[in-house]
Structure formats: C-alpha cells, structure tokens
C-alpha cells in the first residue's frame, strides 16, 4: 500500500504473526515506535461476556509478552553458549533480537480513541477488526484532528540479572545415562493462571506421583529429570541456557523432552503437538486415560479426542500436529534433535477463530477464571497430567523405548511431498536453478527401508534376553 513510517508512530494489531516480527519490521519500515492493541476480533469468542462475566478479554485489558528477534539465541548478550558469571558478553548494541524503538501494549478501549480519528485511505476488509470504526491506516488523522499528536513515553530498565532454573532428578535403575524430561516453566506475566501455572501445578502432580512410587520401591529403568524453567516469558532463557550448558549430554544421552507449559487454553477437547516417533505412544496412551467430558462415562480420551479433531486428511485418528517454537521445547528440538511433545486441552478451531485464549498474558489470566469457567472440576487438567505424566513414565520405565521410526518415516515422507508441491509453484526458477528433489526422496526412502527392517527386528528380538543383558550390564 505504500505507506511512509519513517518517523512515525505506528499502532498495530496483535495477531497472525509473533508480536516480535511486528517489531522486526517496523523497525525495518523506519518507524520510531509501536503501540499494540488486541482487537475484539482476534481475543473475543462470540456470545461469551468479558471477565468477570465470562472469560473474555475486557477492553481495558492489554496482552504483554516480550518482542525480541531471537530466533533460539536464548540470552541475547550470550547467542549460542550459555551466559555464566565469568562469559563473555556482547555490548546491547549488539545484542541479539533486542529492539531500538520503544513499544507499548494497550486494550481495545483505549486504542479506538486512536482509531476512530485516523486519516488515510480504507483497508482491505481482511484488515478490519470488530470495533465500530473505518480502520483507516493513516498516516496521521483526520482534518479536524491533524494537528494531534501521540507521545510515548516508555521506561525501561534493561540490566543482566540473576535467573534460576530448578532441577531434579531420580536416576535410573537400569539405564541410569539415559534421560526423559518433563519441563515447564514458573515465571508469569502477571498471575499466571493458564499460562504457566496450569502447566507447572501439572509437573507437581507428576513429581508427587513419582514421589509416592519411590517410597513404595519403585525405580525408573531410565533416569527421569523435571525442570521448573526460569525467565521462559523473556525469550525461552532458562531452558535455552541450561540446553547450551548441557548440549553435549543432552545430545549422546537425552531420549524425550515433554513440555509442560500452560495444561488449557479450551474447553473443547484434546491437543498434541510431538515428534512423529511419539505418535504411537500417544495413542495408545489416550486409550489408557478417560475422557473429561460429562456425558462421556466410560469413554476413553482417545475416542473423544477421535470424534472432536479426526485426522481426515492423512488418516483415521486424531489430529497430532507438528510441532513449531514458541515455549521451552524450542532448544531440544529444534537445536539438539531431541524427540519431544506437549500436551493441552484447546478450543475447537474450526469455530472459535480468536488468537490463543482471550485474555491470554493479561492482568486477568487468574485462578478463578480456570476455575469457574475454563475447567470447574478440573477434570480436563486432569487428563492433560495424566497425559503428560504417562508420556513420561513409558518413556522412562518401557522395557524397549517405545519410539516408532515408521511413523518418522511416513511423515519425512509427507513433507517431502509438501515442499515438492510447494515448488512447483515457481516452474520457471525451478527450472532456472536446476532444482532437483531426487536426492531428498531417496534419502526418505532409505530412511523408510531402514526404519521397517529396525522394526520387524524388534519384533523378533528376544525380550527375555535382552533383560538379562542390560540387568547383568
């Protein structure tokens, strides 16, 4: 559209991308501050009052959350190692991801006072929210207000402080050198109910579950390590940090990471985000656990699941979704190749279109609103424990761990073929470049042979010996 905001003041919607991006590109636009407000559109379910009536977010309720460009950097002063007492650290000049214009989050209440008087030309439809104004992108405002200005005045204290992440461990019977880990973070916004104390009170329960199991006699064949992560809200930093502290371990020794963020953000049904390997194990898992729906006796979650999000387009089981960044896992997966998942009760997706959960990262994210409406029984968090605890538990206790390289197969497969469809958009560069994907497909296809021929030699493997080895070992 050709918009000048060089110099200038921009105001911008939350939604679709990282708040962080936004950022990003403004600065890159030139403009000299950002103002975000969270429009009804994307953080109001339809037909739901705003707190304390309902659990939608009220107009004076504004969403923080942090806008660095990390891209996994973890401290920004540290990128890539981690940031003891005694390393070296970059000047804030340099610091990774850390914005040069001030920013500011506000509610809708305040930001259509703004709105309303805006000049400029009419957006596309697709631009427009739900409040009661034309949305005029600017700049500036209208004739009879075109002397008004915006000051921002924004105080910040940036210093290098002090984090603490909490660790535990019980070690390992039989495969002490062997990890599965169950980490989530602590540190809130603001109170913290959904996000992240839905998530830590599961990791709790599931450390008083082991708990209890130890005093009876119980061991984990493998090691079992909880992690209550520090300063996750200000760009994953407890998590990234004791991963690069770790890497070397982590990637000889580490056999899962489960993430424990925030256990609910619907009321809807099931949601799982993991590594293909674990899609199996999911699955008979959930088959294991029963649904949390009234109406639902002796159903198990599977089936609920099964029937709310069915996985139609690739097969006839519950959708399992890829997993992305965003929350602790990221260093695991993304950076040291560790197999890992998360599990959370959501909304349905095909008719509640709002961002996230609405009153997500604001003032009103408390215990009442999980209590009186997300989940009064507290059955739903229930089942995401025992979800996430059984995840745990078979991945540290299984004779063989119950990863399943054919299911990795399957998908390496399926993304192949998206990036393949995806370049034939562009024909002509294809052709100009001499794009080939054969070699891409041939290694999936050797993974694939490899992975079926590691299989059926599991089922053929003496289980009974194989005890007495690792016993005797």
């Known amino acids: 559209m050709r918009i000048n905001v060089t110099g200038k003041i921009a105001i911008v919607r939350y939604g679709k991308i990282f708040r962080g991006n936004k950022v990003k590109n403004a600065m890159l636009a030139g403009a000299t501050g950002i103002i975000m407000f969270s429009d009804p559109a994307d953080y109001s379910a339809a037909g739901v009052k705003p707190y304390p009536d309902g659990w939608n977010l009220p107009g004076g309720g504004a969403q923080r959350g942090n806008v660095l460009n990390l891209n996994g950097a973890g401290d920004p002063l540290t990128p890539g190692y981690p940031a003891k007492e005694y390393t070296y650290r970059s000047s804030l000049d340099d610091g990774v991801g850390l914005p040069n214009i001030p920013v500011h989050p506000i509610g809708y209440n305040d930001a259509i006072h703004l709105l309303k008087n805006m000049g400029g030309q009419i957006p596309p439809n697709n631009w427009k929210g739900a409040l009661n104004i034309s949305y005029r992108i600017g700049p500036g405002f209208t004739e009879d207000f075109k002397n008004q200005k915006v000051r921002m005045n924004i105080h910040t204290n940036n210093q290098v402080t002090r984090i603490y992440n909490v660790i535990g461990r019980i070690r390992g019977a039989l495969e002490p050198d062997r990890y599965v880990i169950l980490g989530g973070h602590r540190d809130a916004w603001v109170f913290g109910g959904i996000d992240p104390m839905s998530g830590a009170a599961v990791v709790h329960e599931t450390v008083r579950a082991a708990g209890r199991m130890l005093s009876k006699g119980w061991r984990p064949r493998r090691t079992i390590i909880f992690a209550s992560w520090d300063a996750e809200e200000f760009g994953l930093l407890g998590s990234t940090e004791w991963a690069e502290d770790n890497a070397k371990l982590l990637q000889e020794r580490a056999v899962a990471y489960i993430n424990a963020d925030s256990a609910i953000e619907g009321m809807y049904t099931l949601r799982v985000d993991c590594t293909p390997s674990l899609h199996t194990m999911v699955y008979d898992l959930t088959k294991q656990v029963a649904s949390p729906e009234e109406g639902e006796e002796g159903v198990s979650l599977y089936e609920s699941w099964h029937k709310r ?15 992305g960044s965003g929350s602790d896992f990221e260093a695991y997966f993304i950076r040291l190749g560790i197999a890992a998942g998360r599990a959370r009760y959501t909304k349905n997706k095909k008719t509640e279109r709002y961002s996230s959960y609405p009153v997500y990262h604001s003032v009103y994210e408390t215990f009442e609103i999980v209590e009186r409406f997300y989940d009064p029984s507290f059955r739903r968090l229930r089942a995401v424990a025992q979800v996430r605890g059984g995840l745990i538990f078979l991945l540290a206790d299984s004779q063989l761990l119950p990863l399943d390289a054919n299911q990795y197969a399957v998908s390496l497969r399926k993304y192949a073929q998206s990036i ?52 005797a070992i």
Request: glycine share 0%.
């Open 309 to 323: 999000d069915n996985w139609t387009n690739d097969r006839d089981a519950p959708r399992i979704s890829k997993l």
């Open 420 to 471: 393949t469809q995806l370049a034939q958009v562009h024909p002509e560069e294809m052709k100009m470049y001499e794009v080939s994907f054969d070699s891409l497909f041939s290694a999936v296809e050797n993974f694939t042979v490899a992975s079926r021929e590691f299989h059926k030699r599991l089922e053929n493997l003496n289980r009974a010996e194989y005890e007495c080895v690792t016993s």
